[in-house]
């Protein structure tokens, strides 16, 4: 089977930085993927690593260790529209088929 | 460049009735993938369709069925439905040029069996 693991909620202050990690257990692993979802939204995609290591896009970052079957999502200088659900998503099967996690709330606090 | 576009926006039907939602993906996208999303719950796939054929399926009954046309759009078809299937689904397109991990969700379609 497949399974994700992530916090199912977390509260950060605006302008700190928080760390939203992913643990899974697939039968198969290409890549670990983190996408936001606002409220009533659709979900948006953030970033993809396939391999390990940390890649940065502007004030989000994300990490993956293969050997760990762990990764997390880094968000920087939190601005109160961070506000959001995040999903973690592993592609484990080739041509996307895709398992998400259950998703971590994000509240930003003033 | 229109983003991914999904109909109907809602929709209300029935247990038993049967429902056929529609997406078209981003220009340039040749792949589309089709979720269902519970409240508080994490997408869930259904399956994906690659040059009009069906290519990956997630753990769902053969009530849920789809279609992608030559244009690279797509219909998800859903019968007898019960009122376990009331959640958002969500169509998401990728490939062709834009590479093949980065997935682009449209709206998404609520769904309310009643």
């Known amino acids: 089977g497949q399974s994700l693991e992530q916090p199912s909620e977390v509260t950060a202050v605006e302008g700190a930085i928080v760390q939203i990690n992913c643990t899974y257990q697939t039968s198969g692993f290409y890549g670990l993927s983190w996408y936001q979802q606002h409220d009533g939204g659709a979900p948006t995609f953030l970033s993809y690593?396939?391999?390990?290591g940390l890649e940065e896009t502007g004030r989000f970052s994300s990490f993956l260790s293969r050997s760990d079957s762990y990764g997390y999502l880094l968000l920087q200088e939190l601005q109160m529209k961070d506000s959001a659900s995040y999903f973690c998503a592993v592609d484990s099967g080739g041509y996307q088929k895709v398992t998400f996690g259950t998703g971590t709330k994000l509240q930003v606090i003033p | 460049d229109a983003g991914v576009t999904q109909s109907p926006t809602h929709l209300i039907k029935t247990r038993g009735q049967q429902v056929t939602l529609r997406c078209s993906p981003k220009?340039?996208?040749?792949?589309v993938s089709w979720y269902q999303q519970a409240l508080g719950q994490g997408p869930q796939f259904i399956f994906q369709y690659y040059e009009e054929e069906e290519r990956q399926r997630g753990n769902f009954p053969d009530r849920f069925s789809g279609h992608q046309f030559p244009n690279y759009s797509s219909e998800l078809n859903v019968n007898a439905l019960l009122l376990g299937d009331s959640a958002l689904y969500l169509c998401a397109s990728s490939g062709g040029l834009a590479g093949g991990e980065t997935q682009y969700f449209g709206p998404g379609t609520r769904l309310l069996v009643l």
């Open positions: 690593n396939a391999l390990d």
């Open positions: 220009s340039g996208h040749d792949t």
